[in-house]
């Protein structure tokens, strides 16, 4: 049988305190987040941006032109053959989960 006493408080979910390190706050009653006033930009970029690809072809060139790139692939082979093997081991596992190559 339901009780009738209604001075029961109802629990209330509380909100969690506001991180002002996230440069985004959700507005209130949206499900968009917006920029806070004074932070960089008014649009987020997401991934594939045309901005980023630049910077990313850049980054590249740059390495290409003043890195040892002999000296770096010396340093990245196996340190052994059990190293070897595993590294191995660990692509061919990663393959299996690719669309691609199998």
């Known amino acids: 049988m339901p009780s009738d006493d209604k001075s029961v408080p109802r629990i209330l979910q509380q909100q969690p305190e506001r991180d002002d390190s996230d ?11 917006q920029p806070k006033p004074g932070a960089k ?17 850049r ?14 692939a010396k340093a990245a082979r196996p340190k ?11 692509e061919r596992e990663g393959r299996s989960h690719s669309k691609g190559e199998r």
């Not at 980054?59 to 770096?72: C, F, M, Q, R």
């Not at 052994?80 to 660990?90: G, I, K």
């Open 80 to 90: 052994s053959e059990q190293e070897a093997r595993e590294m191995d081991e660990a």
């Open 41 to 57: 930009g008014g649009q987020e970029m997401g991934e594939g941006s045309y901005e980023a690809t630049r910077d990313y072809q």
């Open 23 to 33: 440069p985004r706050q959700q507005q209130s009653g949206s499900s968009e987040y």
């Open 59 to 72: 980054d590249i060139e740059d390495y290409l032109k003043n890195a040892d790139v002999d000296a770096d």
